[in-house]
């Protein structure tokens, strides 16, 4: 009998995957995958699922391509809901598939609390040298360090390739000092406060290390305090049992009712040294976090015997927390808090906060002296590059300005192009890369690891797709990735074209890095709606890198993640009467109803691109909000200095993304210089006839 009749026996067609009878476990599917192997030979893993490559004859597929394919996305769908039972099912009629691997492992990882090292030793014989090894072995480290397991974990670890998990870090921290006797304190403290609410390996360590008087009771209040400021309050309280008598309930009362203890500490006087001192500087942090005005007015007229190494925290903390709430004091209690120790450095977050405050206020004084108190990373990243030449040239200091802009001139960056202005030039496009050398792609389209990747992304298996994709993409020279991302361009998988032909370094390859598919429904939706085409572009490139079929996990569909609620509305709105809910991810449709949206945006903004974009990502309510920021002397404010203050980090770089891209498209389409400053304009309070406009969704 055929070895496919066999495995096709074991389990009969007929049983469907959700309704599959319990199997012996994880062991049975693996073993009887195992035994295959050895009578057949090695699994030929060039077979490709979705027809992306076909390196093996079908011949030697153990069921056919379409079954094969709808057995890979039913194991996927099971994975995603915590259940292996598909993907057990599917696994021994996938052997020698391109895809088994991740099969394979979508069968496993949901059974990790179950597993021995005697099942990962034999997932690591099966499918040796892939990323979903390494992928198990991360999952497996975190099991093994949750069970403090350090010899088993102590085998895995030295294969471990991507070490990119602070969490797996920390558990080996914290088996070097429990079976080793090694004190890894200063190695730890910097990871564990490196992570907002530490994460479970880095608390884990940190509690053993504590128990231990490795990390002292001062030590451990720092990170309490930086706790409360991250509003991590469950986990502070956590470590309530390795400080004194009554922490937990001081902690609990700080962060649920921060003024009683404020007030408590004005009447009867600021504690002494000690915990009571402590408690209340976690209060005053909650309170800064509620009410930064009262905060500051505390400061600076009670609480005469609070330190100023307290004050000028709790300051900062308050000012900062003014500034992401965009209140028009904000810069005024920057400045107040430095007053109050001018040797004091804040964390560079906070900073950031200090020079956006100081923008609104058109402080360039103040913009200065934050941005000479980054530490030298975050100095040299484009933004504060930027606005550091920025208020050297508002300051009269036009050389350094010109020095510092042209550190960072691009014509594909945002602050690139900000900066390209400020030296008096126009965006203006280099020539393009010459295509990589065919021989070039031809080596990459032939390795394994993007071929699943291709494989998994047209299955609309698109985490792991990326995941696998940027795995293979480590260790290769310039060239190989130039020519990596010409695969993923040929095949029509723009997301992985354009993020790979983004690393290429020495230039851009223009029809990767910025390519532009679907034109013609594109510009159609442009002529229809009155939408710039290349703001279409711009917008849709960062949306979903234009994939058509893409669905986010909030439930926005298509080119332009339509919410289907929105896209009815809107449909409802033009006169699309005969739009379906299924029709929501077709390219002509979807790009329709979004330019439609997009421009009653435009029209709700008078125009502001910058406005419109964060109002397409974070909804027209909020930026109609966010436009009142400027401070009462100074209502109007560049559309830059307005895309900088925006308050969520994702809208703030989304906005910025799709100007930037939109500039380079303009370019790309006219062949003509461009501006993205034109672009951004200048954004101030609202018209009164546009804050009574009938609502957008």
Not at 163 to 169: E, F, G, K, S, Y
Not at 216 to 245: G, H, Y
Not at 529 to 547: D, P, T
Not at 634 to 651: K, M, R, V
Request: charged share 20%.
């Amino acid at each position: 009998m055929d070895v496919a009749e066999v495995v096709v026996s074991i389990v009969p067609p007929s049983v469907r995957p959700p309704r599959l009878r319990r199997w012996q476990g994880w062991r049975l599917v693996l073993a009887l995958t195992l035994g295959l192997l050895a009578v057949c030979g090695a699994p030929a893993r060039a077979q490709s699922a979705a027809g992306v490559v076909n390196a093996q004859s079908e011949a030697t597929r153990s069921v056919a391509s379409a079954d094969a394919d709808a057995l890979i996305v039913q194991a996927w769908q099971g994975y995603k809901r915590g259940d292996p039972q598909a993907a057990q099912y599917a696994l021994p009629q996938l052997r020698g598939n391109l895809l088994e691997p991740w099969v394979a492992y979508w069968a496993i990882q949901p059974t990790l609390s179950r597993m021995t090292e005697a099942d990962f030793d034999a997932f690591s014989r099966a499918y040796p040298s892939t990323y979903v090894l390494d992928r198990l072995r991360n999952d497996w480290l975190l099991e093994l360090g949750r069970r403090q397991d350090w010899e088993d974990f102590a085998k895995v670890y030295p294969d471990f390739i991507m070490r990119d998990d602070p969490q797996v870090q920390c558990y080996d921290l914290q088996r070097q000092f429990e079976a080793q006797g090694l004190d890894t304190s200063s190695e730890l403290l910097p990871l564990w406060t490196g992570q907002r609410g530490g994460g479970q390996g880095c608390n884990s360590a940190a509690q053993s290390l504590l128990a231990a008087g490795k990390i002292s009771q001062r030590q451990l209040w720092v990170r309490v305090r930086q706790f409360f400021e991250d509003e991590q309050f469950k986990v502070a309280l956590r470590f309530a049992p390795n400080l004194p008598v009554g922490a937990w309930h001081g902690i609990h009362a700080a962060a649920t009712d921060p003024l009683r203890l404020v007030l408590d500490a004005q009447r009867q006087g600021v504690p002494g040294q000690g915990m009571q001192r402590q408690l209340l500087i976690l209060a005053l942090l909650r309170l800064a976090e509620q009410d930064p005005q009262q905060t500051m007015r505390l400061l600076t007229s009670g609480l005469s015997g609070l330190p100023v190494s307290d004050r000028v925290a709790v300051a900062y903390q308050a000012a900062r927390s003014g500034a992401v709430q965009l209140l028009p004091d904000a810069a005024l209690w920057f400045s107040q808090a430095r007053r109050f120790d001018t040797n004091y450095r804040p964390t560079d977050s906070t900073l950031e906060w200090m020079v956006r405050a100081a923008l609104r206020a058109h402080d360039w004084k103040l913009v200065d002296r934050a941005s000479r108190q980054f530490t030298a990373d975050t100095a040299q990243r484009a933004d504060w590059t930027y606005w550091h030449a920025t208020a050297q040239r508002e300051l009269g200091h036009p050389m350094e300005a010109e020095a510092l802009y042209a550190q960072v001139a691009s014509p594909w960056s945002y602050y690139g192009q900000l900066a390209t202005e400020a030296l008096g030039m126009k965006v203006s496009l280099p020539a393009s890369l010459s295509p990589p050398l065919t021989k070039y792609v031809r080596q990459q389209a032939a390795t394994p690891g993007f071929q699943r990747a291709l494989a998994l992304f047209h299955l609309n298996i698109y985490q792991p797709a990326v995941r696998e994709w940027n795995f293979s993409l480590r260790g290769l020279d310039n060239d190989a990735i130039h020519a990596a991302a010409q695969v993923a361009c040929d095949q029509q998988v723009w997301l992985l074209c354009i993020n790979t032909s983004e690393r290429v370094r020495g230039g851009v390859d223009w029809s990767q890095r910025y390519a532009m598919p679907y034109r013609e429904a594109i510009s159609r939706a442009a002529r229809s709606s009155g939408v710039g085409e290349a703001f279409l572009f711009g917008l849709i490139r960062q949306e979903s890198r234009f994939i058509a079929g893409i669905r986010s996990w909030v439930g926005a569909n298509g080119l332009m993640q339509l919410m289907p609620t929105t896209a009815r509305w809107v449909a409802r709105k033009i006169g699309m009467g005969d739009y379906t809910p299924e029709r929501i991810t077709q390219v002509d449709t979807n790009v329709t109803l979004g330019s439609a949206y997009l421009d009653m945006l435009l029209q709700r903004f008078g125009g502001s691109e910058a406005m419109a974009a964060a109002g397409y990502n974070a909804g027209p309510g909020r930026p109609a909000r966010w436009r009142n920021m400027g401070v009462p002397d100074l209502p109007d404010l560049s559309g830059a200095i307005f895309a900088e203050n925006i308050p969520i980090p994702e809208t703030r770089d989304y906005v910025k993304h799709v100007l930037a891209n939109a500039t380079v498209y303009a370019a790309l389409i006219t062949g003509q210089p461009q501006s993205l400053k034109s672009r951004l304009g200048t954004i101030g309070p609202a018209e009164q006839q546009q804050a009574s406009a009938a609502p957008l969704p």
